[in-house]
């Protein structure tokens, strides 16, 4: 895996089961219960994403299959118990579909996933057309990141940049994704900077700074 930041393209899931429109009902259950997803784009054309349907979107069939709403639900699950009756993928979609560019910034992805409460996104180009599929368990692959490799970051990327002369040697440990930072520097203002910039860093959890300042001692000769 690249050197942070990562993007959904490092993650996503590149081999993805879809559905047309006119998919039925059953084989859209079957494919996500061979598949073992929750959700599956929605495509028409050359594969571009018009929709996604997912087991929410399912559920009212059976929650309603031998129920008589009353007014009240009839009015408040409207869309629910449209779901009910549909007989197809484009009758049971959500649309538009909520999706991502392949070359957006996890945290990018993460947000859209929060934000709309789903756990999976389709991965789409310029044009529209699906490229993969990210998920919530795609976004943490980057915390299995080994931790020399994040140490090797830590060091090029941020330290030896914002303290190319220390007073003393600055020692990179990463332990649990943890990474801490021990040494002494001329200016401590930079230390707040230096901790945003390795939690920024892809696969850390957290950081602890033990850097204090020092100055280079004279010769007594």
């Given at each position: 895996?690249?050197?942070?930041?990562?993007?959904?393209?490092?993650?996503?899931?590149?081999?993805?089961?879809?559905?047309?429109?006119?998919?039925?009902?059953k084989?859209?259950?079957?494919?996500?219960?061979?598949?073992?997803?929750?959700?599956?784009?929605?495509?028409?054309?050359?594969?571009?994403?018009?929709?996604?349907?997912?087991?929410?979107?399912?559920?009212?069939?059976?929650?309603?299959?031998d129920?008589?709403?009353?007014?009240?639900?009839?009015?408040?699950?409207?869309?629910?118990?449209?779901?009910a009756?549909?007989?197809?993928?484009?009758?049971?979609?959500?649309?538009?579909?909520?999706?991502?560019?392949a070359d957006?910034?996890?945290?990018?992805?993460?947000?859209?996933?929060?934000r709309?409460?789903?756990?999976?996104l389709?991965?789409?180009?310029?044009?529209?057309?699906?490229?993969?599929?990210?998920?919530?368990?795609?976004?943490?692959?980057?915390?299995?990141?080994?931790?020399?490799e994040?140490a090797?970051?830590?060091?090029?990327?941020?330290?030896?940049?914002?303290f190319?002369?220390?007073?003393?040697?600055?020692?990179?440990?990463?332990?649990?994704?943890?990474v801490?930072?021990?040494?002494?520097?001329?200016?401590?203002?930079?230390?707040?900077?230096?901790?945003?910039?390795?939690?920024?860093?892809?696969?850390?959890?957290?950081?602890?700074?033990?850097?204090?300042?020092?100055?280079?001692?004279?010769?007594?000769?």
């Open positions: 895996m690249p050197s942070s930041p990562y993007t959904v393209s490092d993650v996503m899931t590149h081999t993805v089961v879809a559905v047309g429109r006119d998919a039925p009902f084989d859209i259950v079957q494919l996500m219960d061979e598949w073992k997803v929750s959700a599956l784009p929605v495509l028409e054309g050359e594969g571009r994403v018009v929709g996604v349907v997912s087991e929410a979107d399912l559920l009212p069939k059976e929650e309603f299959r129920s008589d709403p009353d007014r009240f639900t009839q009015r408040q699950r409207l869309d629910d118990l449209a779901k009756g549909a007989l197809s993928a484009g009758e049971l979609m959500s649309a538009p579909a909520v999706t991502v560019h957006a910034p996890l945290a990018e992805a993460a947000r859209i996933m929060a709309r409460k789903v756990k999976r389709p991965v789409i180009n310029d044009q529209g057309l699906l490229e993969g599929v990210v998920s919530r368990g795609d976004l943490l692959k980057v915390f299995l990141r080994g931790e020399e994040i090797d970051e830590v060091r090029h990327e941020i330290v030896d940049r914002l190319p002369a220390p007073v003393e040697p600055i020692l990179v440990g990463v332990h649990d994704g943890v801490t930072l021990t040494g002494r520097i001329r200016d401590t203002s930079l230390v707040p900077v230096a901790a945003r910039m390795v939690r920024a860093v892809e696969g850390v959890v957290d950081v602890e700074c033990d850097l204090t300042a020092g100055s280079i001692r004279s010769d007594p000769r």
